[in-house]
Nanobody, 117 residues
Framework: QVQLVESGGGLVQAGGSLRLSCAAS????????MFWYLQAPGKQRELVAA???????NYADSVKGRFTISRDNAKNTVYLQMNSLKPEDTAVYYC???????????WGQGTQVTVSS
């Protein structure tokens, strides 16, 4: 059974940093594109950052220059380094794994990030 387990969330003051991790129990992890989404209370889930199987990264405009997505294929893990955090970054952050041209798409359970002003 495939599992994505996020960790690293918590409470931080504005301007601080957190590093989220997502460990995936999938075979051929390197073939998956990996994504981080956030969902703030009462709002829809939105894409924060993405990293392709080849390592190409993309970011939402709201986090460019502050967040960095990376992956370690040897550890089946994707990371989200979040710097210069703002109160508006407060949300539940979800990890997603998607393998192109297949129906293999998986979600983690989410990790709460709270940024106090």
């Amino acid at each position: 059974q495939v599992q994505l387990v996020e960790s690293g969330g918590g409470l931080v003051q504005a301007g601080g940093s957190l590093r989220l991790s997502c460990a995936a129990s999938v075979t051929s992890f390197s073939m998956y594109s990996m994504f981080w989404y956030l969902q703030a209370p009462g709002k829809q889930r939105e894409l924060v950052a993405a990293i392709s199987s080849g390592g190409t990264t993309n970011y939402a405009d709201s986090v460019k220059g502050r967040f960095t997505i990376s992956r370690d294929n040897a550890k089946n893990t994707v990371y989200l380094q979040m710097n210069s955090l703002k109160p508006e970054d407060t949300a539940v952050y979800y990890c997603n794994a998607n393998r192109a041209f297949t129906r293999r798409n998986f979600w983690g359970q989410g990790t709460q990030v709270t940024v106090s002003s």
